[in-house]
């Protein structure tokens, strides 16, 4: 199967699609009875099931190599990014999902037109599809292309559209719940896969202790100064949140998968189970990158992994295994990926122009969806070749700049009934064509077409402090259309009327009610669980 690999290790790897595949249509096997169903799973996911495949939809072969390469670079601050989406998903769980769930609504656009306007739901779905063939299925393509070509030797191209056939095979057919199902399994095999990479790193090195005496001490510092170019403290304590809230709590991406549990406890307790999990990656994925610069420092960047994986300081068997994982994380994220934007298509474009569309004819148009955008995924893989080297950086600058706006609308939206239809559509639009000019500007002046001061200046903008930067004019802005327009409470609210304040206070009810307390009460000594952790490492590595 691949050159270089021991027969076990291919034996592994096979054994691995197998499963996956017999797992995808094994699921797939049950013919729908109407669209909830193959887009939301039914609206019947446990909340073990909701909190893997939240995992296993965010971890892809971009966090791989992306934060295992800047791990190797700059030490353990760019594991900043995954704690502070800890604490959103500890938000989402909490205050948001019995929101969204008591919307009755399929998308995040579907959201925004009950809470606004058409206008904005139409912005928002254009929006998401675009941002994902840019930062998910191409990027996704990129890293996993990358990765097989340097530890195999594979073509990049040949590879990407391997992974992205097998990947669309089962979710054409199977929908969320075959999405969703084959999540838990490829949860657990990249989790086991990435831990027993790290082992044997860290066993090669010396132990941490090796790797400390190794490596410059501020490779172990997780506050940087404010003036780092990359991580400066301000920007991860202000500016990673406003990303986090966007890509945790608005993405269709995610949401998709607390719309889909059974219940609001479910979505809840599998937000947190996520939450859980998200530390991890500091360990799994960031710590290989100071390992591979400790034994091989000629290593640097987005090769760290590729390079730490084709070493041999893994015995025959082991390597097979965490490949498997690799691949894990790719498909999982893939399948994530064409499912949502099938989904995307299907319930705000194709069904608001025909609201006569039978179920049977909604599954059929999201099949049809899923296969345009796996076809897409495939026709993507040329333009692999534009991303940097610095993967996790090129991501989250780039979140940076389109995020804002839409944080600053849902934000406001769920928090004050006074916030109007046409502040938010005008807020996004004129937030995302700001954001539009950073990213042109950034393009410009790392092709060497710019050389004015200004422009210069302003692509030099800490892309965290811009986001905070952006944040800021976003709020004023929707605040100041909101003021002038003076609507009544009602109309501003839309369809949507149980909010924050109402979640808060059901919340409230809920932890001193003796039926209810029970369950509430245990979540919450969860949540304070996973803060006491974050709060521990960041004490240990400040």
């Given at each position: ?68 390469g800047s791990g190797a670079m700059?030490?353990?601050a760019v594991g900043q990014f ?461």
């Amino acid at each position: 199967m691949l050159e270089g690999l021991p027969g076990i290790d291919n034996i592994i790897l096979i054994s691995y699609l197998i499963v996956v595949l017999s797992l995808g249509f094994y699921y797939s096997r049950t013919r729908e009875k109407n669209s909830t169903e193959y887009f939301l799973a039914g609206r019947n996911l446990g909340w073990i099931t909701v909190g893997l495949s939240i995992f296993a939809t965010n971890i892809s072969s971009e966090h791989f190599i992306g934060l295992a390469g800047s791990g190797a670079m700059k030490g353990l601050a760019v594991g900043q990014f995954e704690l502070m989406a800890i604490f959103i998903l500890i938000i989402l769980g909490w205050i948001l999902a019995p929101i969204y769930i008591k919307s009755g609504v399929t998308t995040m656009p579907e959201f925004l037109e009950k809470r606004f306007d058409s206008r904005s739901r139409k912005f928002f779905a254009t929006f998401s599809i675009i941002i994902y063939i840019i930062t998910k299925i191409s990027v996704t393509l990129f890293a996993g292309g990358m990765l097989f070509n340097k530890i195999f030797g594979l073509n990049i191209y040949t590879s990407t559209i391997l992974i992205v056939l097998i990947t669309g095979l089962y979710s054409v057919t199977g929908g969320a719940n075959a999405v969703s199902r084959t999540h838990v399994f490829q949860a657990v095999f990249m989790i086991l896969g990435a831990v027993t990479l790290t082992i044997f790193g860290l066993n090669e090195v010396g132990g941490f202790s090796g790797l400390q005496e190794k490596l410059p001490a501020n490779y172990f510092n997780m506050f940087k100064p404010i003036t780092d170019p990359d991580f400066p403290w301000t920007g991860i304590i202000f500016g990673a949140p406003i990303i986090a809230f966007w890509y945790w709590c608005t993405d269709q991406y995610f949401v998709q998968r607390i719309l889909s549990a059974k219940s609001i406890n479910d979505a809840r307790r599998g937000s947190l189970l996520a939450a859980i999990l998200k530390v991890l990656p500091i360990f799994i994925l960031v710590l290989p990158g100071l390992i591979a610069a400790a034994l091989f420092p000629e290593v640097r960047g987005d090769e760290a992994y590729p390079f730490l994986l084709s070493s041999d300081i893994l015995p025959a068997g082991f390597k097979g295994f965490v490949v498997a994982g690799l691949l894990a994380a790719i498909m999982s994220s893939l399948a994530s990926v064409f499912n949502t934007s099938s989904t995307l298509f299907t319930n705000d474009f194709y069904k608001p122009r025909h609201p006569e569309a039978t179920e049977r004819k909604l599954i059929l148009v999201g099949r049809l969806a899923t296969t345009a955008f796996v076809v897409a995924g495939i026709l993507s893989v040329p333009l692999i070749k534009i991303i940097g080297s610095q993967l996790y950086l090129y991501l989250q600058s780039v979140q940076a700049c389109v995020s804002p706006p839409i944080t600053a609308v849902f934000l406001f939206g769920l928090i004050s009934k006074s916030t109007t239809a046409r502040a938010a559509i005008w807020t996004l639009i004129i937030g995302e064509l700001i954001g539009l000019s950073r990213l042109s500007v950034d393009l410009m002046v790392n092709s060497g077409y710019v050389t004015n001061s200004f422009l210069l200046y302003y692509a030099g903008i800490n892309f965290l402090h811009f986001a905070i930067l952006l944040f800021i004019i976003c709020s004023g802005l929707i605040l100041l259309i909101s003021y002038a327009e003076h609507r009544t409470s009602s109309e501003k609210t839309g369809n949507i009327q149980y909010m924050v304040s109402d979640s808060i206070s059901e919340i409230k009810i809920n932890l001193f009610n003796p039926i209810t307390s029970g369950g509430h009460r245990a979540n919450l000594y969860l949540s304070g669980i996973i803060i006491l952790i974050i709060i521990g490492l960041w004490t240990i590595w400040y």
